[in-house]
């Protein structure tokens, strides 16, 4: 059983930086695509981000120029680096596969970006 570890989030200024972290316990490489949502309070979960194991990504428009998306088999991780960020990017982010895998979900990790 796949397990994903998310990490890296926290309160941050707007226009900050954050780098997340997606650790999966199993073999990585097993999934074609990856990808990180988010769920803001009273929304519903979205995908932001994607990345196939090849390294093609593709981006929501809303963080299209701002985040990257990145994977290292080898490490069994998924990262997520967002610059920029703005009050409307506070939310809870997931990794999961592509699509997601409903016994997949962690934990999340919160960010925040407020003054």
């Known amino acids: 059983q796949v397990q994903f570890m998310e990490s890296g989030g926290g309160l941050v200024q707007p226009g900050g930086s954050l780098r997340l972290s997606c650790a999966a316990s199993?073999?990585?490489?097993?999934?074609?695509?990856m990808g990180w949502y988010r769920q803001a309070l009273g929304k519903q979960r979205e995908l932001v981000a994607l990345?196939?194991?090849?390294?093609?990504?593709n981006y929501a428009g809303s963080v299209k120029g701002r985040f990257t998306i990145s994977r290292d088999n080898a490490k069994n991780t998924v990262y997520l680096q967002m610059n920029s960020l703005k009050p409307e990017d506070t939310a809870v982010y997931y990794c999961?596969?592509?699509?997601?895998?409903?016994?997949?979900w962690g934990q999340g990790t919160q960010v925040t970006v407020s003054s």
């Open positions: 999961n596969a592509i699509p997601a895998v409903r016994d997949y």
């Open positions: 990345i196939t194991r090849d390294g093609i990504t």
């Open positions: 199993g073999n990585l490489f097993s999934f074609a695509s």
